[in-house]
């Protein structure tokens, strides 16, 4: 379990239909693997709104020693601030391999199945209504085998569709465009198709072109972007790739570009929600849906 949540973590693109074959091979049922990546998903999402933002710890909370330095914090940093390292960002050096699979095996589920789980059909009840509401917010392409992933539980569906309308499906306030380049940078940061298809589609879907996919795709900190929308990917593609090399100057940098904070927090909260997205679409090998994508959207991540 503990390889799983750590490779889900560190290189999602390296994620194979044989890491959830060993979870079974050590007694884990289906919605216990669905609950494993939840987990894991959850705990990124946590760690990536935190490290974006600055979050200091509690200064009250008594935080055990031991604790403190296993991640290299003082008992005097916990009293002040964990982030005094961080006010300007510095090169964080060599880009990690996310975008370069390594592994062999398959990457999503045979053409006859959803996933690499069981899921629950929909049937009447709350996972009917949450698998039609997620198909109404993602339309004209529904995300329906992302709806289904999460048969096996309906109610992790229904927080992550509650929070995932704030931060997206034109909920966020940020407007389709840069929603659409949000998404399409943390995914093609991360390198999972499924989610970076659908956010290509969406930025054909709000008038760019298919050579700014293909830029975008290829370069996401930057790709043919100007002005605030370059800003914007440089800050998603960093806060995706590299967490931890987050500093106080990248949040000062969308403020530069006109961002107000209650932006830089959408921005922030919408990058953790489409890594943790990411995270279950690669660990659960979701197929995409047989519907038609234009090419440039599907080439975009083409192997």
Not at 2 to 22: H, I, N, Y
Not at 209 to 234: F, M, Q
Not at 254 to 272: E, Q, Y
Request: with cysteine; proline share 5%; hydrophobic share 45%.
């Amino acid at each position: 379990m503990l390889e799983f949540g750590e490779k889900l973590t560190v290189l999602p693109s390296d994620m194979r239909e044989t890491d959830v074959a060993r979870l079974r091979e050590h007694g884990f049922d289906d919605r216990e693997i669905l609950s494993v990546t939840l987990a894991a998903a959850y705990r990124n999402f946590i760690t990536r709104l935190a490290d974006a933002l600055g979050a200091e710890l509690r200064r009250d909370a008594g935080y055990a020693p031991e604790i403190l330095r296993a991640f290299g914090v003082t008992e005097q940093e916990a009293r002040t601030t964990i982030y005094g390292d961080r006010l300007t960002a510095k090169d964080p050096g060599t880009k990690s391999s996310l975008r370069h699979p390594r592994a062999t095996g398959s990457r999503s589920a045979a053409a006859s199945n959803v996933c690499w789980i069981d899921t629950a059909p929909p049937a009447a009840g709350r996972l009917e209504q949450l698998c039609a509401e997620l198909e109404r917010l993602t339309a004209p392409w529904p995300r329906r085998h992302l709806a289904l992933a999460f048969g096996l539980s309906p109610e992790a569906l229904d927080a992550a569709l509650s929070f995932g309308r704030l931060l997206g499906m034109g909920g966020s306030g940020l407007g389709p465009r840069l929603e659409a380049i949000i998404g399409l940078v943390v995914a093609a940061t991360l390198w999972v198709p499924y989610p970076g298809i659908h956010h290509a589609q969406g930025f054909l879907d709000a008038g760019a072109s298919s050579e700014e996919v293909a830029a975008l795709v290829r370069k996401p900190a930057e790709g043919a972007l100007v002005g605030r929308e370059r800003e914007a990917a440089r800050f998603c593609e960093k806060l995706a790739r590299l967490p931890s090399a987050m500093a106080r100057s990248d949040v000062e940098a969308l403020r530069a570009h006109g961002f107000a904070d209650r932006d830089i927090l959408t921005i922030a909260a919408s990058v953790a929600y489409e890594s943790f997205i990411c995270g279950i679409a690669a660990a659960l090998g979701i197929r995409l849906e047989d519907e038609d994508f234009a090419p440039a959207a599907r080439s975009a991540f083409a192997a």
